[in-house]
């Protein structure tokens, strides 16, 4: 069955979808017509160093995508719609064996004005090591993302992706195999469009796979920002941590899920998930729920946590018998918030890229 | 009379007292602490303030640095002639009013490097927050408080030992060379060496300046290193005995009973 097909076959989410809870599948439907699978534009897609400078052989983004995606376990119905959706917008980001680059690499998606859609498929090579920046930028309605793929045995890559869509919709799904031995920090930040809902899933179905998924999420305005996150632990001395932080404002809502999984047999296994929302205003709002299935007895760790709250009075104190004003003490506060997992996200030359695309949205930040 | 002496006296008097406290009431969710200090320090003045735990060491602290939490009843706190008490806190760290903390705020995120040349630049201007001798000021101010290089990448007294949040303290006044530098308890958590060294740093920023500090300590150490000017007893939220630096050596030997059946 292809995916449209498999997607018009399957019933429509209702709330009491964890997935869905939030955020109604119609809310973030291109057209809000459920039943339809619209003929959506392609955003223009380029590939290049974050610093302008030539591109090192081994890295290449190719039309079209590398066969069809396993999308067991992901959610069938994103999946199956955003799939068929983008039949005509794929690429594939092949990176090959031992490539490495010291300076970030960049992945630039300019969505248009129209509504468009991309799938990217990623083939990382084994034992490469370099970071991915995917930044979509835009000012379309409605843009979906689709990341399928592996990042193969020993590879270490950090990947971020940032979305600064200047409205509308943004649905994102990813499903990523991490491959034996292979360490990934993936980062999300979120500052952009009127509506994302994301659903990022990493799946360790070998040994020593090791990943750290971060989120610094600034939500402003009446944004809402809903991201699910699904880390499964499949195969024995896995690790993963996963950190987001949400720093809400406005009328604003921000959403975070998470759900770990440890497979039965996946012995040694170290997980912990943690949700920081910080509230700037009365009316911001932010939910995190974190999940746990323990199938496996023999695990190292396994631990999840969440802490929503406004800014710490005594931090703003010091702040301020340091010279800070109250706009001053506020906003580096809220860059501080949001640092602490943006600083995790990779090297210092890509920290100081990714400072430097947070903090134009922090100086229109309007509390 | 010496009538050399005359035009020197009359100086003197002219001068205003960097900070006066003036019959100062204070407290927090309607309980009061400070029931009437009054307070005079010269320019180029260190005084200490001793006193008991619960006292109201911290809260003259807090009430000078203007920390929210804290009601003044009744009183003034007057920085050279001006009162801080209508002032934010920015704006009293602004005219030159320092608090080093006895418990300093970790601020995670937030990079030491980053923290400092904003703190400079909204105190001192922003030329003195960059180029050559900004950073020559930082270097040789880490040199003497032996702190190393890598904290400038550290996020703001985040995981910092005891000592290192001390010593940070000082380097920020070091920094920002204040009128009236507040040290509550900076001796506290300290070793030997430790107070030797803060020690040092407050000798260096404030001696032979006209800027002043008030010493918050329950100990005689640190002022055995930085020689105050004048010394006070605080109990009960009143200033009980002020004298010289004897005082604190009396009081260390003695305790502060005696000091209740005066």
Not at chain 1, 1 to 27: C, F, G, I, Q, V
Not at chain 1, 189 to 195: A, I, L, M, N
Not at chain 1, 301 to 325: S, V, W
Request: charged share 25%.
């Amino acid at each position: 069955m292809d995916s449209a097909s498999r997607y018009l076959s399957l019933e429509k989410p209702n709330k009491a979808d964890h997935l869905w809870r939030y955020t109604p599948w119609k809310k973030v439907h291109p057209t809000g017509d459920v039943s339809e699978i619209p003929l959506l534009g392609q955003p223009e897609i380029s590939l290049g160093v974050i610093d302008g400078s030539d591109l090192p052989p081994g890295i290449e983004l190719k039309l079209g995508a590398a066969g069809e995606p396993d999308f067991s376990r992901s959610s069938a119905f994103t999946n199956s719609f955003l799939h068929a959706s983008a039949e005509s917008s794929q690429w594939t980001l092949v990176v090959d064996k031992g490539f490495s680059s010291e300076k970030p690499i960049i992945l630039e998606v300019d969505t248009g004005d129209s509504p468009s859609i991309a799938h990217i498929s990623l083939e990382i090579g084994k034992t490469s090591e370099f970071e991915l920046i995917t930044r979509v930028t835009g000012s379309s309605e409605w843009f979906g993302l689709l990341r399928t793929g592996q990042i193969q045995d020993g590879a270490v890559v950090n990947d971020v992706v940032i979305g600064l869509l200047e409205r509308g919709t943004m649905l994102r799904s990813d499903s990523i195999d991490i491959c034996r031995d292979a360490q990934v920090r993936a980062g999300t930040v979120s500052s952009g469009s009127e509506r994302t809902k994301s659903d990022l899933r990493y799946i360790m179905g070998e040994s020593g796979g090791n990943i750290r998924v971060l989120g610094s999420i600034l939500s402003t305005d009446s944004m809402h920002l809903d991201h699910h996150i699904e880390i499964h632990h499949e195969a024995p001395e896995t690790y993963s941590r996963l950190s987001w932080h949400s720093a809400c404002g406005g009328k604003s809502r921000t959403i975070g899920t998470g759900m770990l999984t440890i497979r039965k047999g996946s012995r040694g296994a170290d997980a912990a998930q943690i949700f920081h929302n910080l509230l700037l205003s009365k009316s911001a709002e932010a939910d995190s729920i974190p999940e746990l299935e323990v199938m496996e007895n023999d695990v190292v760790g396994c631990g999840h946590g969440t802490a929503n709250g406004p800014i710490d009075e005594e931090q703003m104190f010091y702040l301020k018998t340091r010279g800070f004003d109250e706009d001053d003490a506020k906003r580096s506060l809220i860059a501080a918030f949001l640092n602490s997992t943006l600083s995790e996200m990779g090297g210092e030359a890509l920290h100081e890229w990714l400072v430097g695309e947070l903090s134009l949205q922090l100086e229109a930040l309007n509390a | 009379m010496n009538t050399q002496l005359v035009p020197l006296i009359l100086r003197d008097n002219l001068r205003l007292p960097l900070l006066e406290i003036k019959d100062l009431h204070a407290g927090i969710d309607g309980n009061e602490i400070l029931k009437g200090i009054n307070l005079k320090i010269g320019p180029g003045e260190i005084h200490a303030i001793m006193g008991r735990n619960g006292s109201g060491k911290t809260t003259a602290a807090n009430v000078i640095m203007g920390h929210p939490d804290f009601e003044v009843a009744e009183g003034d706190v007057i920085l050279e002639g001006e009162s801080l008490l209508e002032m934010e806190s920015w704006e009293r760290a602004r005219k030159g009013v320092f608090l080093s903390f006895q418990y300093p705020q970790a601020v995670p995120g937030l990079q030491v490097g980053n923290f400092l040349r904003k703190s400079v630049a909204s105190i001192r201007g922003e030329e003195e927050a960059k180029g050559a001798a900004f950073r020559e000021k930082l270097t040789m101010a880490m040199e003497s408080l032996d702190i190393p290089r890598t904290f400038m990448s550290r996020y703001v007294n985040d995981g910092f030992s005891g000592g290192e949040k001390k010593r940070f303290e000082i380097l920020q006044m070091m920094l920002l060379s204040p009128r009236l530098a507040v040290l509550d308890e900076t001796d506290s958590g300290l070793d030997i060496d430790g107070i030797r060294t803060v020690s040092e740093g407050v000798n260096a920023a404030i001696r032979g300046t006209d800027s002043g500090a008030l010493i918050i300590t329950h100990y005689s150490r640190i002022l055995e290193h930085v020689q105050p000017d004048m010394v006070h007893v605080l109990l009960d939220g009143k200033i009980v005995s002020s004298g010289g630096p004897e005082l604190a050596t009396k009081l260390e030997e003695r305790g502060y009973e005696w000091l209740k059946q005066e």
